[in-house]
């Protein structure tokens, strides 16, 4: 997967955790709690999905990697470089 | 005791939020009980295939968003549209309430079964590795739930809790709301029932090995309790939350008044994991009775708990028989005709089809009864076609659940 297509992917998780917001002005630089009404057990249910799509694991530790689209990308893209979108 | 408390310990319903198969209010509600109109469909679930149930189409996301209904559960979605039907309904100043003085009860038969099917479910999908197991389990199944989703999304700071009490629930919490405020412990109760139980396939499976789960090739005709020809139960979903209130805050701010709680029964069988025992349910009867110092003559309408199964319905007439059988005032019915066994829901959801009869002077009947069981004959049982009886001034629930849970609860007209 490329960049752009796993940015994809983390936008359609999103969608599915906050159905009522609207992705479409999402600023990739600018953190998802700040733009979203995101708290820790949705942040969780990211790590969820990618576990459950892409068997991609993500370790507590590294979880701050998750903070804005652009580092959340930056982060997948070693682990899902390799692999199909489904 | 009850009869004769200064006006704090009176509690009035001054509020009512329902939804019910076919029925997302009171009126409607009333309206199909008057006319006779079944709310049970064709519905089909995993693993047991096409069967019936009672189908709530109220629309969910009147007073929740998609996300909060996406973390939560059915019946904690049930629960927030009752509870914020109830208030709106009770004409309170909701704003300037004090949350903290607001108490949320709310009878469940069970909780946790259909988000533990699903994930379960899902889990097999993923050869049963537990890391693919939601981190929404807990908060989802803890069987406060649908009492602490009310909480959560109006914000109500007082006590929540759920009780669970099998079938006999919906009159439990309302019971429960009621002895909150005469303790003092809130002054103003959200006190009913809620069912998702159409949505866990266990508990129609279970039904069906019992040999108690209804069939019929109509609907419509599926659920009738005392006929002949009953096969069983209806499983359905649903919910009702009154506004409960004492009396002199009610009185206060001129609030409408749909009847007054003014006694109730609850005891235990101590006989059997599902079988009733009427000499229980008669002793339940008569408690409730004695609490509202009143004789069962001057009970108008007797609404049942019978549910379609052949022992469950016999039982009740026996009971019934045993205390009103001798009242030629009393009338009898059952809503479960209608909208099937709408399990935590289905006492407080019958007692409501009924008390708009204190205004109409109608008994709704209880439909379906092609050829009564002899054995579940009672004098003034109203059957297929309601009846103008006029003036109505008290109305007996009965709600009894498996473990031998019985109540019944009187309310009064105002």
């Known amino acids: 997967m490329t960049k752009a297509e796993i940015r994809e992917v983390v936008l359609e998780i999103l969608q599915e ?65 390799d692999l199909e979108r489904v | 005791m009850i009869a004769g408390h200064p006006d704090q310990q009176r509690i009035v319903i001054t509020g009512v939020g329902l939804t019910a198969p076919g029925a997302g209010d009171l009126r409607t509600f009333r309206e199909n009980l008057l006319a006779g109109r079944s709310g049970v469909q064709k519905y089909e679930i995993r693993y047991v295939g096409q069967t019936l149930a009672g189908i709530c189409n109220h629309d969910e996301y009147r007073y929740q968003s998609r996300k909060d209904r996406r973390r939560g559960t059915r019946a904690g979605a049930i629960g927030i549209y009752c509870a914020h039907e109830a208030i709106r309904d009770s004409g309170i100043d909701w704003e300037n309430v004090d949350r903290s003085r607001v108490g949320i009860y709310v009878g469940v038969t069970e909780h946790g079964n259909v988000e533990t099917e699903n994930e379960i479910y899902e889990l097999q999908g993923y050869n049963y590795d537990t890391q693919f197991w939601s981190h929404h389990h807990n908060p989802r199944t803890v069987a406060n739930n649908p009492a602490g989703e009310i909480s959560l999304n109006l914000g109500i700071t007082g006590p929540h809790y759920t009780i669970g009490a099998a079938c006999a629930a919906g009159n439990l ?78 009185k206060a701010r001129r609030a409408k008044i749909y009847g007054e709680v003014v006694g109730y029964g609850v005891n235990s069988d101590a006989t059997d994991f599902v079988l009733p025992n009427p000499q229980r349910q008669v002793e339940c009867m008569q408690m409730a009775l004695r609490q509202a110092k009143l004789n069962p003559e001057d009970i108008d309408i007797v609404s049942t708990h019978a549910t379609g199964t052949t022992t469950g319905d016999h039982q009740e007439a026996v009971a019934i028989r045993a205390v009103f059988g001798e009242s030629r005032r009393t009338r009898i019915n059952n809503t479960k005709s209608f909208i099937g066994h709408a399990m935590g829901a289905a006492g407080v959801l019958e007692l409501s089809g009924n008390l708009p009869a204190f205004q109409d002077g109608i008994v709704h009947a209880t439909i379906n009864v092609d050829n009564l069981d002899p054995d579940c004959a009672m004098p003034g049982l109203v059957l297929n076609e309601p009846q103008e009886v006029g003036r109505v001034n008290y109305i007996l629930n009965n709600s009894f659940g498996m473990l031998g849970i019985n109540s019944a609860l009187i309310v009064k007209r105002l």
């Open chain 2, 173 to 250: 919490g309302v019971i429960q709301g009621v002895q909150m405020l005469r303790l003092g412990e809130c002054d103003l109760a959200l006190a009913g029932g809620v069912s998702e139980s159409i949505h866990t396939f266990g508990i129609f499976a279970s039904f069906k090995s019992q040999g108690a789960l209804a069939h019929h090739e109509d609907p419509h005709k599926a659920s009738r309790p005392f006929d002949r020809d009953r096969n069983g139960i209806v499983v359905a979903e649903g919910g009702c939350i009154y506004v409960l209130e004492r009396f002199s805050d009610a």
């Open chain 1, 17 to 81: 955790i906050a159905p009522d917001e609207n992705l479409d002005d999402l600023k990739d630089d600018v953190s998802f709690r700040e733009q979203l009404e995101l708290d820790s057990m949705d942040f969780l249910d990211i790590v969820m999905s990618l576990r459950k799509r892409y068997r991609v694991q993500i370790p507590e530790d590294d979880y701050p990697n998750l903070a804005t689209m652009n580092s959340t990308v930056e982060y997948l893209q070693p682990l899902m470089k």
